[in-house]
């Protein structure tokens, strides 16, 4: 009887790891934020993409991680260049000090497929800083 529970613990055991890797396969690798240092330029994003996904930005205003909201970007592949006006639902981002996730999206809204980490955005009056 030991020898079967064990074996179904081991069977459920692989099939968690096989869904949990194809959640991973799909997430963006990495991304990268840059500004040419005018709010009005924007920024442009650019993810690593391991296949086709429909991606957008999760935006929190710090310090107190206060999420104002998101934006869709679009269905994208590989490594592309995508500019953001740094508007979040029709309103340009106010002076401040931001962190900005890239994620996943399905129906327009972020699944929990995991991301890469955040990037963190300053905007002091005109100007914009991404670090």
């Known amino acids: 009887m030991r020898v079967k529970v064990v074996g179904l613990v081991l069977v459920l055991a692989s099939l968690l790891a096989t869904?949990?890797?194809?959640?991973?396969?799909?997430a963006?690798?990495?991304?990268?934020?840059?500004?040419k240092g005018s709010v009005s330029q924007g920024v442009t994003v650019k993810p690593v993409l391991r296949k086709p996904r429909v991606i957008g930005l999760i935006v929190f205003k710090q310090p107190n991680h206060a999420e104002?909201?998101?934006?869709?970007?679009?269905?994208?592949s590989d490594h592309p260049s995508i500019?953001?006006?740094?508007?979040?639902?029709?309103?340009?981002?106010?002076?401040?000090s931001y962190e900005i996730y890239l994620k996943v999206f399905a129906n327009g809204?972020?699944?929990?497929?995991?991301?890469?980490?955040?990037?963190?955005?300053?905007?002091?009056?005109?100007?914009?800083?991404?670090?």
């Open 109 to 131: 809204h972020p699944t929990n497929i995991p991301g890469p980490p955040p990037r963190h955005l300053v905007i002091s009056g005109h100007h914009v800083h991404v670090s």
């Open 83 to 96: 500019h953001w006006n740094l508007e979040v639902g029709g309103k340009l981002l106010g002076s401040g």
């Open 19 to 26: 869904t949990a890797a194809q959640a991973f396969e799909g």
């Open 68 to 76: 104002v909201g998101t934006v869709p970007l679009g269905r994208y």
């Open 28 to 35: 963006p690798a990495s991304f990268t934020l840059t500004a």
